[in-house]
């Protein structure tokens, strides 16, 4: 299962990558904690990173910055927190969330491995040392996907307060460059409503 849903990340990501391995076992994870993916914005993904295993979970979990149900919070740790929120027409309670930290090393290289891996850093891309990148990669992403959980990850089950449910704002014209810019962003500065680029630019020339 882990291999077909790591092939349908690939597909999206472009690749496949040790960080996009460890964001379908994230994503495995949440699929079965809440019983599939979202429909809609009933489940809710907290990343507190930007890596490729973000888009596994986009593609996988059915979280997505487009729908307003993922929330980047830019603290660079490999922490992801899925918070399970009511469905529209449907009973029951919310706020079961279950929080996942990667605490998974990978196996120990031979100083050769990491002197072919340092040539690569350097810009060599010779056959030698694309294949031995290749037996590296290939190498991490089997013993993700072979790993326990708890080899993995450490895992807390919790309750959370679901965030808001994604809203949509009017956009209004920036007064300084002109173009539409969501209204809740605007700033103000001597009456004038100026998107955020615009605003720190006028008040660095005050």
Excluded at 41 to 62: F, H, M, R, W
Excluded at 166 to 185: F, H, L, N
Aim: charged content about 30%.
């Amino acid at each position: 299962m882990d291999t077909k849903l790591l092939k349908k990340a690939a597909e999206f990501h472009g690749h496949t990558c040790p960080g996009l391995a460890l964001g379908v076992r994230v994503s495995a994870l949440a699929l079965k904690e809440f019983s599939g993916r979202a429909r809609d914005e009933e489940l809710v993904a907290i990343v507190e990173n930007d890596s490729c295993a973000v888009d596994a979970i986009q593609v996988l979990t059915g979280c997505s910055f487009g729908k307003g149900n993922l929330i980047f919070r830019d603290y660079g740790k490999q922490v992801y927190t899925f918070i399970k929120r009511r469905e529209r027409g449907i009973k029951g309670l919310s706020g079961d969330a279950l929080r996942v930290s990667v605490h998974w090393k990978s196996p120990e290289e031979t100083p050769a491995e990491k002197a072919m891996w340092q040539r690569y850093m350097n810009g060599e891309r010779t056959e030698e040392v694309l294949k031995a990148v290749h037996r590296r990669r290939s190498g991490k992403i089997k013993a993700i996907l072979e790993a326990s959980d708890e080899e993995l990850f450490k895992i807390k089950r919790l309750k959370m307060e679901p965030p808001c449910e994604a809203r949509i704002s009017p956009s209004v014209i920036c007064a300084e460059c002109g173009e539409k810019t969501m209204e809740t962003k605007l700033r103000v500065i001597g009456g004038r409503q100026l998107c955020q680029p615009c605003f720190e630019k006028t008040a660095c020339r005050r």
